[in-house]
């Protein structure tokens, strides 16, 4: 249990669908991100909030639009997708964003197919 | 900008063996680091960081890992490996003042012999 909780683990959509992923996190952090990992890829971050304000978006397409209500839950709207957009999405927090330095910490992520 | 490299992608060694797998960084200052766990089907749980002082970081596991500058390197050891050890290790690499963005390695995919 690392404090961060991402639902549901395993998500299969068709392309014109439209889905959330959501990520709940309960260490009292600040920051929170968004990850991608694809097969023999390296993780790629896709999206930090700080303090419930987006401010990293790392050349993301528009069908993946993430919403942060409050700082301690993050979401990932998804619609449109494409069969390459199939990944592990990870859901991270760390206690500030703007301290370098700051451990991340991740939730178990959500699988998600896309056919 | 800052990168991370893993030159092995699989490691097969013995229950009771020890352990050494290699993350290389480039980065024009001093990193700080991470090396992260990933069983099959979960997420990233951290195994130790190096933010500064001692170079030589324990982290939980029983691994270790030690920072040394002159070569760019992280390498994660451990004296004698578990079969519960087998998954996938990743190295990461953040920039001081950069915002709190890790760059991550590709990752090793560990297994371990009974």
């Known amino acids: 249990e690392t404090g961060v909780t991402q639902t549901p683990r395993h998500l299969v959509m068709g392309m014109t669908n439209k889905k959330s992923l959501k990520c709940e996190q309960h260490?009292?952090?600040?920051?929170m991100y968004w990850y991608k990992q694809s097969a023999k890829k390296p993780l790629e971050l896709m999206f930090v909030y700080s303090l419930e304000e987006r401010v990293e978006n790392n050349s993301v397409p528009s069908r993946f639009s993430p919403e942060c209500p409050n700082s301690s839950h993050l979401f990932l709207h998804l619609h449109t997708l494409q069969p390459e957009d199939s990944a592990l999405y990870l859901c991270a927090s760390s206690q500030d964003r703007g301290l370098s330095g700051n451990t991340i910490y991740f939730g178990e992520g959500s699988w998600l197919t896309v056919v | 900008a800052q990168s991370v490299t893993q030159p092995d992608i699989h490691i097969t060694v013995s229950e009771g063996a020890s352990l050494e797998l290699r993350c290389n960084y480039s980065y024009g200052a001093t990193p700080y680091l991470f090396w992260y766990v990933q069983s099959p089907g979960q997420g990233l749980q951290l195994l130790l960081k190096y933010f500064s002082g001692d170079t030589l970081v324990q982290g939980i596991k029983g691994f270790e890992a030690e920072f040394k500058r002159s070569q760019s390197s992280f390498n994660l050891r451990k004296p004698s490996v578990h079969w519960s050890d087998a998954a996938e290790y990743f190295c990461?690499?953040?920039?001081w003042g950069g915002g709190n963005k890790l760059t991550f390695g590709t990752g090793t995919q560990l297994k371990v012999e009974l």
């Open positions: 990461a690499v953040g920039a």
């Open positions: 260490l009292g952090h600040n920051a």
